[in-house]
């Protein structure tokens, strides 16, 4: 029998219970991440904001480095945890903070070297090019930060401490807001002072996880480095599909905004930066509960548990579809409410996305299966089918409703682009997890 948090028979109550703070670590990074945009657009302007959304897919792709590393790892450390491996856990977990560290620094360099190429390449027109470079001009500098943070915000629920992970995401978070309101409003500093806010959030967590990881008595802690390639390939082959997810963000709000963009204009950009910003607000807590079940559910494969292992998906769906009816409701009835947190009801801009949301929210039906079922297969150790659900979810289906519906429907396509994928893709999830029932849970 291990001694580990982990190892336990799970009820519903418990299952909750243990994922409830990096549930909370998600729905606080959020807030915080919704709050930022508040700001901008609040205290700055509407082409700040469009900005914002312009250099998302970089953010994305960094944090998706960071989330593929740690998904993918996570799911090797655990199930050596579970097979009572202690020590090469450890040495596992010191080489993939390393090489985060490390791919954080190679990002950092990058930015510096081409940086207006990069913004023209984002597609920003020449009035939102400005916002674009003195935002990414302080944010590269604390890519590898975001990075390392990331992987923390994972590897404490593998360690099993999902409340501290919990703690260091209010801080970071508290940090965040608190400083966007000084460098922005006290200080003036504009979209600079939005993006040293938001670097200073990143700093916070991978700055106090590299000090609670260093100490030798925890589950995880730092040990002797140990170059394994086979467990950074492994690694990086588990986790592809939530590089693959983010990489596919990447590309569907760049998509997004071109075709705002040509519709549009900057205010159909600005229009779709509260829309996207506002999905991931929603769809944190369907985040955060597979984030903090994937280390139970490969635990249990890793100890061979199969009754525990039926007994957590069963848990698991039964509070997903619960979840997805109360998100859904919620973005129905709340979405003209969000909005306004972002500008005037009189604007332009408001006029847009309020109209957007009681279309979109639709989406929210079926996007906790989907993001839930891509995470049980990474946490099974198998990468192949999990990266090919999150391709055909975040890039093939949307990626081709951004293209073909608007040519028909016009805005309402955009709209249509995210709930059509999401419904189509559901009926995939669930063959998938039908088909992969004999050799997983029987």
């Not at 409830?20 to 729905?27: K, L, Q």
Request: proline residues 2%; hydrophobic residues 55%; charged residues 10%.
């Amino acid at each position: 029998m291990n001694d580990h948090t982990l190892d336990q028979a799970w009820s519903g109550a418990s299952l909750l219970g243990f994922a409830f703070p990096t549930i909370m670590m998600m729905i606080f990074m959020g807030l915080y991440t919704i709050t930022d945009t508040i700001f901008v657009s609040a205290f700055i302007n509407t082409d700040a904001l469009s900005a914002l959304n312009m250099v998302c897919p970089l953010v994305n792709i960094t944090v998706g480095l960071g989330t593929m590393i740690a998904a993918g790892g996570n799911g090797i450390v655990s199930r050596k945890l579970g097979a009572g491996q202690i020590q090469e856990a450890k040495e596992d977990f010191t080489l993939l903070i390393m090489a985060g560290a490390l791919i954080g620094f190679v990002i950092l360099a990058a930015g510096i070297l081409w940086m207006d190429e990069i913004i023209y390449g984002l597609g920003a027109s020449q009035l939102l090019f400005p916002y674009c470079r003195d935002y990414l001009e302080v944010l590269f500098l604390f890519m590898p930060a975001n990075i390392i943070q990331t992987l923390f915000s994972n590897l404490f629920v593998t360690a099993g401490k999902p409340g501290m992970g919990f703690g260091l995401s209010v801080l970071a978070g508290v940090t965040n807001i608190v400083l966007d309101y000084v460098f922005i409003v006290v200080c003036g500093l504009g979209i600079r002072g939005a993006a040293l806010g938001t670097g200073c959030g990143y700093f916070v967590p991978a700055a106090a996880g590299t000090a609670f990881f260093a100490g030798s008595n925890h589950t995880l802690s730092f040990t002797k480095l140990k170059w394994r390639w086979k467990v950074l390939r492994e690694s990086c082959i588990n986790g592809s599909s939530e590089m693959i997810s983010q990489l596919a963000s990447a590309v569907t709000t760049f998509l997004f905004n071109i075709t705002m963009m040509e519709l549009l204009g900057e205010t159909g950009v600005a229009a779709i930066t509260i829309l996207i910003y506002s999905q991931f607000m929603l769809n944190t807590l369907f985040m955060g509960f597979s984030m903090g079940v994937a280390p139970i559910i490969g635990f249990n494969y890793g100890s061979q548990n199969i009754s525990r292992q039926k007994k957590v998906l069963q848990i698991s769906i039964g509070f997903i579809a619960a979840a997805s009816l109360l998100v859904f409701a919620g973005s129905m009835w709340g979405g003209p409410y969000i909005v306004r947190l972002f500008v005037s009801d009189t604007s332009e801009v408001y006029k847009i996305a309020a109209g957007g949301f009681s279309i979109f929210s639709y989406s929210f039906l079926f996007c906790g299966f989907n993001i839930f079922i891509s995470a049980l297969f990474t946490a099974l150790s198998n990468g192949i089918v999990s990266a090919a659900l999150s391709f055909m979810r975040t890039f093939g289906l949307l990626a081709g409703g951004i293209l073909l519906l608007p040519k028909f429907w016009g805005i309402n396509g955009i709209w249509l682009a995210v709930p059509a994928a999401e419904g189509v893709m559901f009926v995939v999830s669930v063959l998938c997890l039908i088909l992969c029932q004999k050799t997983y849970f029987r």
